[in-house]
């Protein structure tokens, strides 16, 4: 079976991680700050704090902008369901905006008419949480001048886009937002095995959110509410979480850093590959924006319902039994029964609800060579009939 991603581990990665268990600080020692100043310094943001997921950075996030009950979150629902869930598990409401019809993007269109709606209506949200679909930047500009119209903070779900860049400014310098989240899931760009971090240029959320991941605890005298007995005094200031990542896995993350720009590279390398095979088959591929570089965490393609025959399901079981591991990103997050039974149903999402009932992921990581490719795009071809 050929997947639709896998990880790429060297020797190299393998003695950082075995010098580490070597070493005196399995988890909370110094290879933690390393690949946070190390990721920070790269991406051109202030601060970054590593966490044990992706899902938790979100949920860190959350919390250090100040989501709680009676807040609303607005994300998109082509995507994971860590991009709403972090709201819910601040006890705020989430809602959803649709994407744009070729980039797959939140459609920032539709942002707009939805926060003058809810403006009439007294109900804007608190945090708008834009998702880099398959690698690819979102409109941030665009969404950061809707941000100052509209009194909301941005939190961008970069778990697809370490790597990328929008006009010269790379993913997770926070340009045009006030917080940035990585992955580091095994079939992420890089990986930690599982991880995350977030980025910031505020002080006071990212010292916010490096307690946070610590059960809210703090050793600063300068933080503490009374002066402290001793060396050994702590104090903790709020409900916190345990969502610390290892010194084993940031070690392996520093040396997979290493080797960033060249599996973005490798990456971009193959989907223009794929561009070229594919263009006589009935399927569309992802359109990149202008001025973007894509990181193509994903290679997705929509089957062109006006004519293609066969429908979803069979492509997808008939390229299964050929070997190749096809995959779907993403169910409407909206649709999931979770969701359903929150009130959210058919309709919502409209352009989001069409892309789940014609996209296919295909195979992508950059150890896949040129005849693992060509067996993929002709099982696709014979699929499609």
Known sequence: MIPYGRQQVTQGDIDAVVAVLRSDFLTQGPAVPRFEQALAGRCGARHAVA????????????LALGLGEGDVLWTVPNTFVASANCGRYCGADVDFVDIAPDTWNLDPKALRAKLLAARAAGRLPKIVVPVHFGGQPTDQEEIWELAQEFGF???EDASHSIGASRHGQRVGSCRWSDVTVFSFHPVKIITTGEGGMALTNDDEVAWRMTTLRSHGITRDPARMQRPPDGPWQYEQLELGHNYRITDLQAALGLSQLDRLD???????????????????LPVTAQTISPGNQSAFHLYVVRLRGDVVRRSQREIFERLRRHGVGVNLHYLPVHLQPYYRALGFAPGLCPEAERYAQEAMTLPLYPALTDAEQDVVVAALGDALG
């Not at 966490?51 to 959350?62: F, G, I, V």
């Not at 973005?264 to 095979?277: F, G, H, P, Q």
Request: aromatic share 6%; glycine share 2%; proline share 0%.
């Open 262 to 280: 060249e599996f973005v590279e490798a990456r971009n390398a193959i989907s223009r590959r794929y561009d070229r095979l594919l263009s006589g």
């Open 153 to 155: 903070k941005v939190l």
């Open 51 to 62: 966490a044990n997921s992706a899902t938790s950075a979100l949920h860190l996030a959350c």
